[in-house]
């Protein structure tokens, strides 16, 4: 038997209206494009799950996610950690969003978009 570890689970969630829903059917496969790309070029693949995931935050309304896993690998400078904290900002301030949901390692957390500043 041969197993090989793919090294820690990322685990993020995207409204599904926001992205996939968008009014502009071309701005949503777009965008849709643009995080399928960025995870198969720097994490080499990506599972993507949709259904019944949901959620509230604070007064937000509800939302409907897609949950997307990527597996990071020999990360101990952090360094593919950030790269993903930095492109979830920079769709985060793309489509509006106050925060993206993002789990690694057993820690959970939001990433708010790069112009975000917390008071």
Known sequence: MHIESLGMRALFLIPSTKVFGMRDGDSGHRMAKKIHDFLVERFT??????????GYFEDNEYDEHREYRVA??????GTKLHLLQ???????????????YLE?????????PKE???V
Do not use: H, K, P, W
Not at 89 to 96: F, K, L, R, V, Y
């Open 45 to 54: 693949g990506f599972t993507m799950a949709s259904g019944n995931i949901c």
């Open 72 to 77: 990071i690998q020999d990360d101990s400078g």
């Open 86 to 100: 930095e492109f979830l900002a920079e769709i985060c301030a793309e489509i509006e969003e106050v925060c993206i």
């Open 104 to 112: 690694y390692g057993g820690e959970a957390m939001l990433i708010y």
């Open 116 to 118: 975000s500043r917390i």
